[in-house]
Each structure stands twice: as structure tokens, then as C-alpha cells.
């Protein structure tokens, strides 16, 4: 799997005290998400996270107001690890990207702390909020890079009006994802079946050709 440094976290308003320090947020992020594996939502205080990390409790309350913000973060780190080689055509970077999030899904920390926020913004639309603008949107990138790039190699038409490729996501785009997204984490997560090569490339058959293009068994 294809990854790269550690991205800096994402950060919320600013709160008042000293300079953030990377490495702290860094220890503080991966105490977050041991913390989680081992003990469990109900039972994750930001007391345990700070003896984790070495830190004092009013280092992690200067950084984030509680530990639903603080968890989301911690998952958003993981998730900027994706990214989008160039496999050479559209097909095989959607099936390698697909398999990257599987593979990511896979990881305990990934999958314990995801199930967690999406099961208490059920109950929390500011945390719900919260995962959509640090991990959703954030990770619509990669159909911006997608499309882009295939845009070049003149495998999707140009952007209307000669616009750029790379801009904002769009409703398309913003569908693309969900269907991506959701498929991924249905299988992985819900139905608990892999994503291996197979799957990838018939789901990916799906998503470029319709029920036309994909062969049947």
C-alpha cells in the first residue's frame, strides 16, 4: 500500500496558549487511537490519552474540546495517508485505490476508531459535521485527482468551458464518492467479506461501464 509521511493534523479554531507543537500532536493522535482499540469508546477519557502520550490534560483541552473532536482527528490522519498513483488508466487507479482503502480499513485503529464516530454522530450532528469537513471532504481529492487525470490521457471529456479539471468537486464528483466510499466500507466493515483483486475490478467495471459492462458469472 502506497503511503506517505505523516500529515499534521487538522486543527479547529484557534485556542489560546502556546505554539502547537507536531510532534506532541503526533503522540497525542496515536495514544488516541491505542486508547480506543484497547478500551473502547464508552470507556476513552482524554485523561488516559494524555498519560499515553506523555502530555498533560490541558495540552490535549488547548487542542480540542473534547474526545469526539479528538478522535476524528485521529482518523483523519490515517485517511490523508491514501493517495492516487498513476497505474496508467482510470480502471487500474480506481482498483488500486479501492484497495488501498480496504487495505487501510483493515488496521484495527482504522476500523475501531471510524465504527466509533460514525456510531456517535448518530447522536451528535456537530460531530457529524466535524467528520464531514476532516474526512469526507478532504478525502474528495482523490476523485478531483482521478478525474483530472484521466481528463489528460483523454479518457473523460474536458471540463466544460475549458475550466480546470482540478477544481472544486462537483454533484458528480460528490456521487463518485459515495459509491466509492460506501461500497468499500459496506464490504469491509458491514458484511465483513474481502476486498481482494477480483472484487476490486468488478466493482471498478461497475462504477466506469453500468450493468452492461460487468461480466456475470
Do not use: N
Not at 31 to 60: F, Y
Amino acid at each position: 500500500m502506497c503511503s506517505r509521511p505523516a500529515a499534521t493534523p487538522p486543527t479547529g479554531p484557534g485556542r489560546p496558549g502556546r505554539p502547537r507543537s507536531a510532534a506532541a500532536d503526533a503522540a497525542i493522535l496515536e495514544a488516541t487511537r491505542a486508547a480506543l482499540v484497547e478500551l473502547g469508546w464508552s470507556k476513552l477519557s482524554m485523561g488516559d490519552v494524555a498519560t499515553r502520550a506523555g502530555v498533560a490534560k490541558t495540552t490535549l483541552y488547548r487542542r480540542w474540546a473534547g474526545k469526539s473532536e479528538l478522535v476524528v482527528d485521529a482518523v483523519a490522519v490515517l485517511f490523508d495517508e491514501l493517495e492516487l498513483p498513476d497505474r496508467g488508466s482510470l480502471a487500474a487507479d480506481v482498483e488500486g485505490v479501492v484497495r488501498q482503502f480496504a487495505a487501510l480499513l483493515e488496521r484495527p485503529e482504522a476500523k475501531t476508531a471510524l465504527m466509533a464516530v460514525v456510531a456517535e454522530s448518530t447522536r451528535d450532528e456537530p460531530l457529524r459535521e466535524r467528520i464531514r469537513s476532516s474526512i469526507v471532504e478532504r478525502q474528495k481529492r482523490l476523485v478531483l485527482q482521478g478525474r483530472a487525470r484521466a481528463q489528460a490521457r483523454g479518457e473523460l471529456p474536458a471540463p466544460a468551458g475549458g475550466g480546470q479539471g482540478a477544481g472544486a468537486a462537483d454533484a458528480t464528483d460528490d456521487l463518485v464518492f459515495d459509491v466509492i466510499a460506501g461500497a468499500v466500507v459496506h464490504r469491509a466493515l458491514v458484511s465483513g467479506e474481502p476486498v481482494d483483486r477480483e472484487w476490486a475490478r468488478r466493482f471498478t467495471a461497475l462504477l466506469l461501464g453500468g450493468l452492461s459492462a460487468v461480466p456475470r458469472e
